[in-house]
């Protein structure tokens, strides 16, 4: 290699470690300053790692260590992060939970996961009684190993009051912490994240700490360019990468991260102007499009904002670049598998890459575009199955075996993405291959809501399609052939669904139908799109 060039790439490199050890020289950089935002409270790196360090001896007082899963099931707000980072100073694995999720679904992750601990509070927030929830979960299913429930907030009966468990941790000081957080590899897993798929149930996605760590680095570094002057707005649930990303990427920065209990518009506002928010990560266009649409949007004081995230279709991202004139729009592709994001553009491409790409992968991370089929690699420019290989992407399902081995290939993740790779290695995305719905952000398997569906004893047969929705942009329609002799209602079949899964994977629209347009042993779901993109 010529010495420039090996001068170059050694700029590049990337020094990772765990996220632990992140907080802590994070902390020792940036003691006093802001770390993580509220609209009524804030946190600074210092105060962080100390309520970090007093969650984590804790956790050790109960006899948790090393491998300890910790279940977190709570709206956005400030003890989250402390009990996610507390669980990597000991070498425990964080299982951040769907907010949204019915007691059915709770229970199917509470038990997969194999949850030691579970935490959650008494907030009120738009998802639900997380208490009453969780109670009806474990009346489902119980995991033999889930011997602690803590409460943060106002006591409730069989949960530890959050100040209690604190007090049990009185007895163990940091050195024994520490002991394990040296202990910890960057291999090893740091949070488990649940995705929908194509199977009925969500699968978990182990990330190790180097994922974590240099997928935030990479993100800080190579695309968003971050100090420590930067107040970065973040407001989507915890429980999403699109919120764990960005706080990796300001702790490697020492910059703000800026977050809500639930997103409102006005409150969102007020709370940018107030901040003075440099980058906004709104990232679904429903909550850019009611930043925009609020009146008081044009009397906001956005001037400090340079960079805002959104995935859209481009002529959405146009507007979007065109209501925030001083900021740069960029988009990005990933998933949950990978770390959650592969790619962002980068603030110096050409409106139109940034348009109608997702950009490059980042450094270290590889992908190729391949006939779903017969693996064959796609000349430059033409659609197929991107795949993904790099240190971001994880290493396998969770108690899966059978799903691994139809996900990878040859080193290669199978992400079931209809993409293109143009002739610059550009990312364009073109939808999914896979049976999947993606409602308001959320992804959704047809299949999850389809087994709801027939469930129900008036139904036969259940299929369900994603359809356009003005605000949510796809929204689940269900086509239904119902038993002899039955009757049912499209209200009756939607009432049905009501409390056996997250509100917004129930359907939208319901269709009955007699016969089905059939393959040779398939229904044709794009022959119910063009049926219902046919109505009147």
Known sequence: ???????????????????????????????????????????????????????????????????????????????YMEYLLATQLIGGMAVPINARYKAPELAYVMDNADLDLLVTHDAISEYANFEHLINAALTEKRNPRLRHLVMVGDPAEGFTSDEDFLAAGYVVDRVQVDELRQAVSVRQPAIMMYTSGTTANPKGCPLNHEVLVRNGMNMNRSRYFLDSADRFWAPLPMFHMASILPFMACMDAGAALLSMMHVEPGES????????????????????????????????????????????????????????????????????????????????????????????????????????????????????????????????????????????????FRTGDLCVLDEDGYIEFHGRIKDMLKVGGENVAAIEIESVLATHPAVKMAQVIGVPDDRLFEVACAYIEIQEGQQLEPDELIDFCKGKMASFKIPRHVRMVEEWPMSATKVQKFVLKKWFEEEP
């Open 1 to 79: 290699m010529h010495r420039m060039e090996y001068l170059r790439v050694m700029r590049e490199t990337i020094e990772f470690t765990t996220l632990g050890d992140l907080l802590i020289g994070s902390a020792d950089r940036s003691d006093n300053s802001d770390l993580l935002i509220f609209p009524e409270r804030r946190v600074s790196y210092g105060e962080m790692l100390d309520a970090a360090y007093r969650r984590a001896a804790s956790m050790v007082s109960l006899g948790l260590g090393s491998g300890s899963h910790i279940g977190i099931l709570m709206a956005n707000c400030i003890e």
């Open 269 to 412: 506002l007020r709370m940018m102007e107030k901040e003075g928010v440099t980058i906004a990560f709104p990232s679904f266009p429903t909550i850019t499009l009611d930043l925009i649409n609020h009146p008081d949007f044009e009397s906001t004081d956005l001037s400090k904002l340079r960079r805002i995230n959104n995935v859209a279709p481009p002529d959405l991202l146009a507007q979007f670049q065109e209501a925030f004139p001083r900021a740069v729009q960029t988009g990005a592709y990933g998933l949950t598998e990978a770390g959650g994001v592969i790619a962002f553009n980068h603030p110096d491409e050409p409106l139109e890459k940034r348009l109608h790409t997702c950009g490059k992968p980042m450094p270290g991370l590889k992908a190729r575009v391949v006939d779903p089929d017969s693996q064959e690699e796609m000349p430059v420019g033409e659609k197929g199955e991107i795949q993904l290989k790099g240190y971001a992407v994880f290493d396998g399902y969770y108690k899966a075996p059978d799903k691994n081995a139809e996900a990878f290939v040859d080193g290669w």
